[in-house]
């Protein structure tokens, strides 16, 4: 089955305590995207991947850091956590453009809820 | 800067009326995509439909339609005769690349209810 997994999907952790949220595609999509999502918000990017060793940030990349080593990972790792990081996180992945049409899809995973207290 | 606003933020209807999702946004560049995504109650994020700027043609797929006008820059969702499972979130988006690279910004979303 065609599918973005994230890992884990419910984390509670404390301030300054490292974490790594991971996420993984079967689908040999090149790029990967991460988001955060909060309320009245709307999704915001928080780091994108074209490919392997290729990433950029999105617009609100404080704080985070992500790595392409390979193409099917994209984890995204909170070196030090804070409060208002606490948010749902989603990741994505998409084939081409060239291979989209109007209905073709950008999957996402399932979404991580984070809670730093 | 790119911006999406969907100025609803909860809209409710009875079953089977019609509903338009309004969804305006801003751009500089001629060339970019625009997106609609539904967010039912369980959480995940389903990709609804992606048009580009130069197609200006309305779409419909089963009973939903899209009419992406760019000299209002809207790009607006209509459900006809909705249903209890149309109830969800509806985000709007906006992408200068079609890779869903940089740049790929969602509007605050659009709660919909439908009630029986």
């Known amino acids: 089955e065609a599918q973005v997994t994230q890992n884990p999907r419910y984390l509670i952790t404390v301030t300054g305590k490292k974490l790594t949220v991971t996420c993984s595609q079967n689908?040999?999509?090149?790029?990967m995207s991460w988001y955060r999502q909060d309320p009245g918000l709307g999704l915001r990017q928080i780091y994108y991947?074209?490919?392997?060793?290729?990433?950029d940030k999105g617009d609100v990349p404080e704080g985070y850091k992500v790595s392409r080593k390979e193409k099917r990972n994209f984890p995204l790792i909170l070196e030090s956590p804070s409060p208002n990081q606490t948010s749902l996180y989603f990741c994505?992945?998409?084939?081409?453009?060239?291979?989209?049409?109007?209905?073709?899809?950008?999957?996402f995973g399932p979404g991580t809820r984070l809670t730093v207290l | 800067a790119q911006k999406v606003t969907q100025a609803q933020t909860e809209i409710s209807v009875v079953e089977k009326e019609d509903v338009t999702l309004d969804c305006v946004y801003e751009?500089?560049?001629?060339?970019?995509?625009l997106f609609w995504y539904k967010q039912p109650p369980s959480g995940e994020l389903v990709f609804l439909i992606r048009?580009?700027?130069?197609?200006?043609q309305n779409e419909i797929s089963g009973r939903y339609s899209w009419n992406f006008q760019k000299s209002t820059s809207s790009f607006n969702f209509t459900i006809t005769a909705s249903q209890v499972v149309d109830s969800a979130v509806y985000f709007c988006a906006l992408s200068e690349d079609p890779n869903y690279g940089q740049n790929f910004v969602f509007g605050p979303g659009t709660r919909l209810s439908v009630l029986p």
């Open positions: 689908m040999n999509h090149e790029y």
């Open positions: 994505a992945s998409s084939p081409p453009a060239a291979l989209l049409g109007s209905y073709n899809e950008q999957f």
């Open positions: 991947s074209m490919n392997v060793e290729v990433t």
């Open positions: 048009r580009n700027s130069f197609d200006e």
């Open positions: 751009t500089r560049d001629t060339t970019y995509y």
